[in-house]
Every structure is written in C-alpha cells, then in structure tokens.
C-alpha cells in the first residue's frame, strides 16, 4: 500500500495570492518587479527526497516551495515573505539557507517523529523596472 500523502505548505498557502477567491498575478503583486529569478536547492535530511533544484521566474512563481520529504508534513518554505521583504528594501539580490517548516510524522500527524532535516538555499535575484529605464538610456 503506498504511504498517504502529507499535506504540505502549499495545502495551507495555496501557490499563488487569491483575494475574495480571486487569483492576483504576480505582475499586480509586483508591479514593481521586471525580471525575478528564483533558485531553490534542496540540501541536507535523510538520503530522501533531498537534492533537487527548482528555478522559479516571474511566470512560474510560487508563494511556497513544498518539502520534498514524503515523510514531512506541513514542510516547505515560504517564498513570498522573502521576495516582499527585498522589495521593500530595494534589494536585487538575496543569498539565504531556511530549514524546513514541517515535521516528519505520522500521515494523519497522530505521531510525531522529529523535526524534518531538509534545508532549502535559496537564491533570489530580480531586477526592477526603473533601473531598466535608466540603463536604456545609455
Ligand atoms: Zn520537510
């Protein structure tokens, strides 16, 4: 019998910014931002689900990266606290390492086993769109 699926961060977030039901696009979230680039690498943890690497843009952005640990539940990261965060410091580029939210238990979370090893480095880097304007006029 396969193991039950966990809920994850995204079952609590949801992967994009709704209000009244609506879905909001990134570009009304930020209207500020002209490119964003997302780097995700999955470090750390028993031999599994770790190791992989997601890219994220502006077409593909998710508020939350989900833990890759079958046996974690509620785990991930929240992404979009980081990137509102360097928005409003005017930050280009981010470079951090956050460990996992969740905790591995059992699948109805009767039973808890321990902290969820995984840790996630994240890379972020987005351009704004003023600087652009600025650049195009050299
Ligand atoms: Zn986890």
């Keep these: ?28 979230l930020y209207p500020e931002i002209d490119d964003l680039s997302i780097e995700i690498e999955e470090v750390g ?3 599994l689900g770790s190791g992989g690497r997601v890219q994220l843009s502006k077409t593909t952005y998710s508020i939350v990266h ?19 965060q360097m928005v409003h410091a005017r930050k280009t ?9 969740g905790y591995e238990g059992s699948p109805k ?8 090893d995984i840790r996630f480095k994240v890379n972020i880097a987005m351009r704004y769109k003023g600087e ?7």
């Design 132 to 138: 652009e304007k600025s650049r195009d006029r050299f």
């Design 109 to 116: 979370g009767a039973r808890f086993y321990g902290c969820c």
């Design 1 to 28: 019998m396969a193991p039950s699926r966990r809920e994850k961060l995204s079952d609590i977030y949801g992967t994009v910014y709704a209000q009244n039901g609506q879905q909001i696009p990134f570009a009304k």
């Design 45 to 47: 943890g028993r031999p």
């Design 66 to 84: 989900d833990c890759p640990n079958p046996q974690c539940a509620l785990g991930g990261i929240r992404i979009d606290p980081l990137v509102s």
């Design 93 to 101: 580029a981010n470079q951090l390492e956050l460990k996992c939210v």
